[in-house]
């Protein structure tokens, strides 16, 4: 009965190719899931919708991981898809194997038309090469901000989210003092605390600027303003100011605050919809990481993920893919992303168009541009483009393991650090040497 | 193994012919071309590698992190595997008396087997979880006492339980139909003789489980080595600081995540000889002590 | 046989209970998420309690995950496993047991070693072979000079094909080559008593007829023992098909659309955690592996033949 009723599903599905056999396809896999892998399945079947040529095939992968380890899984059996959604810390390798196709090579050999220049700098330098050809099309972007609760703010007397880490303190102090139980919900996080922190102190995080002038690269973030700003994290939780927050101790930092327990959160600006989503019980707002003071303020850099076309395909397939990604591009469909989730606008025209038409200035979306004042704060210099690190997961979980073990006591943050370096240091190095002689394009 | 009866024929190859077929095409090829990235640096994305002997071993080896890593791997499967079959064999016994009500407790003993592994991370989260979970309740009494993400033991525990939990209906049930296989005219026989009914389990029962409680240690403990990944991930994330990074989380993250093919397949590699290694001493030492027949 | 044991059956109910609610607790947690709110699943402490939106969050869940071909597709492959391991299983243990051929122990432990390294770990092979199952024979005949010598012999050039992506088959097989069944039965067939086996050859009997007409009845309970359990292992698989089916509307399985609203952790920032509809989904999704549980009872008779000596 059952195998009977799936044969005329096969059937049926059969019919509905042959009607569609026209059409060119692609197959596009992807990584986010939940309500932002639905977004992804919707601008596919708006882009099939739209025009009448090509029709992309799109398979959630279940996590960035996931969709990379599979795309290779099926890339060394000749069977991968067009399109890949990966991560930045996943993308090394792919762009030592040199099996993609540049995106500005790309549309420029399928006479797809997309502006280049009106990408934001800091996105652009992001995913471009040397020769500022882009790599792979930015698409879902972020950067890092922190989450304040207004209400416990106006309770402790602070009027103004600081905008340094001793104007942060003294605010965790005056919140403590005004009887709230947790001041900071801290999670561990190397993008925001290491990586992100180095950029908008214009440190640097690895020699070669932060890897992309080699592959001998050495870690340096055991050298620099970091330290001191993890021994003052370390602080801030051994006197109450701040508390770990984490799903192994219970609450994530976002639940946390989202619950009114916790008056400071740090996060992606993609959380600012998924806070909005869980509707606080409480007056809330956004800002920029701070930075200490004396130093200049620089640029964040870009999270997230973007789109690679891998190598491989027909010139038809290549075609189809061009055409959506141009698709995505569009005003209509970024702005379709951001009404959707917590994301920003990737080029400037887009983003002046939608300051213009009063988008930042209604619920829900009330300040989440200032992700794009935090990205665009200064021009990337050669220590604020990002970084290009083989390995990056890796050397990302050493940081967080020591990190973990000096805030609980078992060593001192220095130490913990200089301990992730070395071990970071070993993964890079074994990197190189997997991929010797070559360098990133 | 026992004596055989009937002489070798072409009904042999026939019977174990598909068998080996699929194992040969579907696992020891692949595996032994996943194997040999262990001597090699493998470039992921398939550019070639360059053959390095045995420096993956010994790097993984002289690392004093992988050590900690083998320890809680094998505490982790010795404990999940002495809980669960404790709790199974005694929940089968007394579930094979059939009183009142048996077909219920059946069905639900066997019930966390079908829970998908989702779905098992969350449901302990909200177990173990020291904010919120039933665990909490001994916050409560004794503030901060409970914390996952300071106290390796606590972490240590909580992934054996949910581990354990996960293993009990799947040792149970092989349990149940092996008890239930017990002709009942032994049982009645031994009544006759007025054995008590502890007695009888203790004495006529257990033995005769003895080689259902062989395949079940073997196939416990290889599980819990190779099959953890899931509860690690969803409940500690092989934290803190590193205290529930069992061998093959390790293997998962290192070749999964941050595509290191090569230094997971060493890893792999060494994972599989220490089961193999405890495998064969269950063989050559428990099972001596399996009655067959 | 009545026997009168008031304080035992006291005790048995006792443990029962016992081990009964430290089973739940945890089923019973993934059921309350279920009932209530966005909110109210991610709020602290802990809903002990169900709430009142079970029925909108099975719909929600429902209509999300469009399940309805996926538990064909999900039930068409269990099924096939089930079917697939427990005669490979069968068959090959009994030659493993009850024949006598040099090699026997080392095919044994062939069979018994991949159980040893997940499927995790040799993944990425692994969907090589699946992408051409036939890949393995092509190499060897390569690398060997066969295909050479049929190509200058006959002048057919040997290029071997089978696909199992998007199929029933990629989905079944690999899922059946691995050990376990074989070892339970040859745990089983190691305690069939030699007088049984006497008897069958005094009768007459050849090896086949043993194994269909004495050995298979015997072992009902193992079969539905392990119908059960590899029912609900080929039901609950996830890896695997996130894999090999990219034409999810077509092969899609249940539990990969279920992960698909389990929010991804890794993933930094956005993403909301909707539990409340992932568990709906779960609660879903768990009703076939617990209806396939019920109707197996039937099968876990008492032993009826005496094998006692």
């Known amino acids: 009965m059952t195998f009977k009723l799936a044969t005329t599903a096969m059937v049926l599905l059969a019919t509905a190719q042959i009607a569609q056999a026209d059409k060119i396809k692609f197959e596009y896999w992807y990584g986010l899931t939940g309500d932002l892998g639905a977004v992804v399945a919707e601008t596919c079947n708006r882009f099939n919708a739209a025009q009448a040529d090509y029709e992309a095939v799109c398979v959630g992968q279940d996590g960035y991981e996931k969709a990379v380890q599979n795309t290779i899984a099926a890339f060394r059996a000749g069977k991968h898809p067009t399109l890949l959604q990966s991560f930045d810390a996943g993308t090394a390798d792919l762009m030592l194997s040199g099996e993609f196709y540049p995106v500005t090579q790309l549309m420029a050999d399928t006479g797809v038309t997309v502006d280049w220049a009106d990408y934001f700098p ?30 416990m703010f106006a309770k402790a007397g602070i009027t103004e989210a600081p905008l340094t880490w001793e104007g942060m303190e003294a605010a965790l102090v005056k919140v403590k003092e005004s009887g709230a139980a947790c001041g900071l919900a801290y999670a561990p996080s190397s993008w925001i605390d290491m990586e992100q922190f180095s950029m908008a102190h214009n440190v640097p995080v690895a020699s070669n600027n932060n890897g992309y002038d080699g592959l001998d690269t050495e870690l340096l973030y055991n050298t620099t303003l970091h330290v001191k700003h993890m021994e003052n994290i370390k602080r801030w939780i051994d006197g109450g100011f701040a508390t770990i927050r984490t799903q192994a101790a219970g609450k994530t930092a976002r639940d946390s605050f989202v619950e009114g327990e916790c008056a400071v959160f740090f996060s992606s600006i993609a959380d600012h919809n998924t806070v909005h989503k869980l509707k606080p019980a409480f007056a809330w707002d956004v800002q920029m990481i701070p930075t200490y003071e004396g130093v ?140 010797a002689g070559k360098s990133f394009p | 193994m026992r004596r055989a009866y009937f002489k070798f024929s072409w009904i042999v190859a026939a019977l174990l012919a598909p068998q080996l077929l699929i194992i040969f095409v579907f696992f020891y090829w692949p595996s032994a071309q996943a194997l040999y990235w262990a001597f090699t640096l493998e470039q992921p994305w398939g550019g070639g590698n360059t053959w390095v002997g045995f420096d993956n071993f010994k790097k993984v080896l002289s690392d004093p992190y992988y050590w900690g890593s083998v320890r809680v791997s094998v505490i982790y499967a010795l404990a999940t595997t002495v809980l669960a079959m404790t709790m199974a064999l005694t929940l089968a016994v007394f579930v094979d008396r059939q009183l009142a009500g048996y077909r219920a407790y059946r069905v639900a003993i066997i019930w966390p087997y079908a829970v998908a592994a989702p779905a098992v991370g969350l449901a302990f989260q909200f177990v173990f979880n020291p904010g919120a979970g039933i665990f909490s309740y001994i916050n409560s009494v004794a503030p901060g006492w409970w914390d996952l993400s300071k106290y390796p033991w606590q972490a240590v525990t909580a992934i054996v339980i949910a581990g354990a939990w996960k293993q009990v209906a799947y040792s149970f049930i092989f349990f149940l139909a092996a008890l239930q296989s017990i002709p009942r005219s032994l049982t009645e026989a031994a009544a006759m003789d007025g054995a008590r009914p502890l007695r009888r389990m203790i004495d006529l029962q257990l033995p005769l489980l003895t080689p259902t409680f062989f395949f079940l240690l073997v196939i416990n403990i290889t599980d819990s080595f190779t099959d953890s990944f899931g509860i690690v991930d969803t409940l500690t994330g092989g934290g803190p600081f590193r205290a529930t990074d069992l061998m093959v989380y390790k293997i998962y993250t290192d070749g999964f995540r941050s595509l290191d093919y090569s230094g997971a397949a060493a890893q792999s590699i060494i994972l599989m000889l220490l089961v193999m290694a405890l495998t064969f001493v269950q063989f050559r030492y428990v099972e001596r002590r399996v009655h067959y027949t | 046989m009545i026997e009168r044991t008031p304080l035992l059956n006291i005790l048995t109910h006792v443990i029962l209970i016992f081990g009964l609610v430290i089973i739940l607790v945890p089923i019973w947690l993934a059921f309350v998420a279920a009932t209530h709110t966005l909110q109210a699943v991610n709020a602290a402490p802990v809903e002990l309690w169900p709430g009142d939106q079970l029925w909108l969050n099975l719909k929600e869940a429902w209509v999300l995950s469009d399940f309805g071909q996926k538990f064909v597709n999900t039930l068409i492959v269990a099924i096939g496993v089930v079917v697939g391991k427990i005669t490979l299983a069968c068959i090959t243990a009994f030659a493993l047991v009850f024949f006598n051929f040099r090699g026997r122990m080392l095919i044994f432990w062939m069979i018994f070693i991949t159980l040893m390294l997940p499927l995790e770990v040799r993944i990425v092979p692994t969907y090589a072979v699946a992408a051409n199952a036939l890949s393995p024979f092509q190499t060897i005949m390569d690398a060997t000079g066969i295909s050479w010598l049929i190509n200058a012999i006959s002048g057919i050039e040997v290029s071997l094909e089978w696909n199992l992506l998007n199929s029933y088959t990629g989905l079944i097989l690999p899922l ?68 090999v089916v990219t034409d999810r509307a077509a092969y899609g399985m249940v539990v990969v659309q279920l992960s698909d609203l389990v929010p991804d952790q890794q993933t930094t920032g956005g993403g909301t955690p909707t539990w409340h509809l992932a568990m709906a989904a779960t609660l879903v999704v768990m009703l076939p592996p617990i209806a396939i549980v019920i109707l197996m009872q039937r099968w876990f008779v008492r032993g009826l033949i005496n094998t006692d000596k």
């Open chain 1, 122 to 151: 800091g996105i652009a330098n992001y995913y471009s090469s040397s020769k500022g050809e882009f790599f792979s099309m930015p698409w879902n972007s972020s950067t890092p901000v922190y989450y304040f609760n207004k209400d």
């Open chain 1, 296 to 435: 200049e303020r620089h640029n964040t850099v870009v999270g997230g993920a973007s789109l690679w076309v891998l190598s491989g395909k027909t010139p038809e397939e290549y075609k189809a893919a061009a055409t959506y990604l141009a698709f995505l591009a569009t005003k209509e469909e970024q702005q379709f992303l951001l009404e959707n989730t917590g994301y920003i606008p990737v080029t400037k025209s887009t983003y002046d168009a939608l300051l213009a038409e009063g988008f930042y200035a209604k619920e829900p979306f009330i300040n989440r541009d200032l992700a794009m004042k935090s990205l665009t704060f200064t021009e990337p210099g050669p220590l604020t483009r990002g970084i290009r690190l083989g390995g990056m997961i890796q050397v990302r979980s050493e940081w967080t393991s020591e990190v973990e073990a000096a805030l609980a006591g078992q060593k001192p943050m220095k130490e913990a650090l200089d301990t992730a370096v070395s071990r970071g240091n070993e993964i890079l190095a074994r990197f190189a040497q997997t991929y």
């Open chain 3, 176 to 243: 059946v080559a691995t050990a376990t069944g074989t070892f339970l039965y040859r745990q089983f067939f190691l305690t069939i008593p030699d007088e049984l086996v006497e008897a069958a050859r005094m009768d007459g009997a050849g090896p086949l007829r043993f194994l269909w007409d004495v050995l298979i009845p015997l072992s009902k309970t193992n079969i539905a023992a392990l119908a059960t359990i590899m029912f609900v292992y080929a039901w609950n698989q996830y890896l695997w098909p996130l894999l």
